[in-house]
């Protein structure tokens, strides 16, 4: 019997050793398991911010550009009324009718000539060179 109950405590010890080992191992997986859930929360938790950023960012463009759409149509609509009053006073007086068809001058039309652009380096290039405008009759050097 002594050996028989020596049989039963080494299978005891083993199967004790056993759900040791397994109740380790467990441990050992759900503290893995709980620093990759830290980690992930915390992804998501920076996830979250870009995307309530992005969301500003988003309203804020979106308002700008229903204003930017509103000032072009204002910018249009006085742009129409301005045209619109030119050519009503030219139909009201003939010397303002002469005035407005007359070519403009050389130098003016000159002013006015400008390179295409391709960017706006292209344009501080131009406004860096020297453009100077011819004298006019009156103000030739003395």
Do not use: C
Not at 72 to 84: F, P, S, T, V, Y
Not at 87 to 114: F, G, H, I
């Amino acid at each position: 019997m002594t050996r028989a109950l020596a049989v039963i405590v080494l299978i005891l010890l083993l199967v004790t050793g056993v759900q040791s080992y397994r109740l380790n191992s467990a441990h050992g997986r759900i503290d893995a398991q709980q620093t990759t859930i830290e980690g992930q929360g915390k992804k998501l938790s920076q996830k979250n911010s870009q995307l309530i950023a992005l969301n500003i960012l988003t309203q804020t463009s979106s308002q700008s550009q229903t204003q930017l759409y509103a000032a072009a149509e204002r910018n249009g609509q006085l742009l129409r009324n301005r045209q619109r009053k030119i050519e009503e006073l030219k139909r009201e007086n003939e010397d303002l009718r002469r005035w407005a068809d007359a070519a403009l001058p050389d130098p003016v039309v000159r002013l006015r000539q400008r390179p295409a652009f391709s960017g706006g380096e292209s344009y501080r290039e131009w406004l860096s060179q020297n453009h100077p405008l011819p004298a006019g009759p009156g103000l030739a050097a003395k």
